[in-house]
């Protein structure tokens, strides 16, 4: 296995290894894995596998979930199906930059997406490095946040286009989760800017320390949230993949945010991703 890196800030991809190989090697599986703690997303061609062996290998990092508004294959749980076509030009819950099911309590380890069909040109993803994005921060604005923390919310965003009884049925399955607005990685201990398209609001900010009056808290909050969530917007921070048919996607979902670029309109795009159970931030 080859690793070629693709930007300086994010991004790898492999070369010369089959990730069905992976399920039962356990050294290759272990080379995969540094890799992707090292450059946070990885990149595969010409990975012609079976849905079995896609969830098989993604099983390899941990159990996989559902997600409670998208489809999954009704033979392969676990493995969404991201289907896009010309019928539904307003589907672009997919265009913003976000890190996957930060909603939940335990948001996502991680995923691993394969491209089924896409168009001849367009439908890119985009990855964004969101360790570097805090390393970046200015020394106050890392102050300010250290022990901010925020909510995150399936209503707010997928429920958002639902009636209002099956929206509010969502809430009631997942409510809102509050995760630290710097996360540390689990596994490397590095801090992460944790706040994205799901994110809301502070739940902590309305304190004597930073509101002079009541009338701060409201400019003062959403003022500091949209200038964190607009970080991974950076170019220097990211990296851009053109899918192919049986291209392959593995990311880091607790330490990057990507975003898809809906400029493909009217073709198909199919895609199909295993999402792996993560842990709760801290």
């Known amino acids: 296995?080859?690793?070629?890196?693709?930007?300086?800030?994010?991004?790898?991809?492999?070369?010369?290894?089959?990730?069905?190989?992976a399920i039962h090697d356990d050294g290759l599986f272990a080379e995969i894995r540094a890799a992707l703690l090292m450059h946070?997303?990885?990149?595969?061609?010409?990975?012609?596998?079976?849905?079995?062996?896609?969830?098989?290998?993604?099983?390899?990092?941990?159990?996989?979930?559902?997600?409670?508004?998208?489809?999954?294959?009704?033979?392969?749980?676990?493995?969404?199906?991201?289907?896009k076509s010309p019928d539904q030009p307003n589907d672009r819950y997919e265009n913003a930059w976000h890190s996957d099911a930060t909603w939940r309590e335990a948001p996502q380890f991680g995923a691993v997406l394969r491209c089924v069909e896409c168009p001849p040109v367009g439908?890119?993803?985009?990855?964004?490095?969101?360790?570097?994005?805090?390393?970046?921060?200015?020394?106050?604005?890392?102050?300010?946040?250290?022990?901010?923390?925020?909510r995150h919310s399936i209503e707010a965003s997928f429920g958002a286009a639902m009636p209002i009884e099956k929206r509010l049925a969502l809430k009631a399955q997942f409510p809102d989760a509050e995760h630290p607005v710097v996360r540390t990685h689990p596994e490397t201990g590095e801090k992460v800017l944790f706040v994205n398209a799901f994110t809301t609001h502070f739940s902590n900010y309305h304190t004597p320390a930073r509101v002079r009056f009541g009338q701060d808290a409201n400019p003062g909050a959403s003022d500091l949230l949209r200038y964190l969530i607009s970080q991974a917007y950076i170019p220097e921070y990211q990296v851009r993949w053109r899918w192919k048919p049986n291209s392959i996607a593995i990311w880091?979902?607790?330490?990057?945010?990507?975003?898809?670029?809906?400029?493909?309109?009217?073709?198909h795009r199919k895609m199909e991703r295993a999402g792996i159970v993560g842990d709760r931030p801290y």
């Open 1 to 21: 296995m080859r690793v070629e890196q693709l930007t300086n800030a994010i991004g790898a991809e492999l070369v010369g290894v089959q990730l069905a190989d």
């Open 40 to 83: 946070r997303v990885l990149f595969l061609r010409d990975q012609d596998i079976s849905r079995a062996d896609h969830v098989g290998f993604a099983r390899r990092f941990g159990e996989l979930e559902d997600h409670p508004v998208a489809g999954s294959d009704p033979e392969h749980p676990g493995l969404v199906r991201i289907y």
């Open 123 to 150: 439908g890119d993803t985009m990855w964004a490095n969101m360790v570097l994005a805090y390393e970046n921060l200015p020394a106050h604005v890392k102050e300010q946040i250290a022990e901010l923390r925020a």
């Open 252 to 267: 880091d979902n607790r330490s990057t945010q990507h975003y898809a670029v809906m400029d493909y309109a009217p073709c």
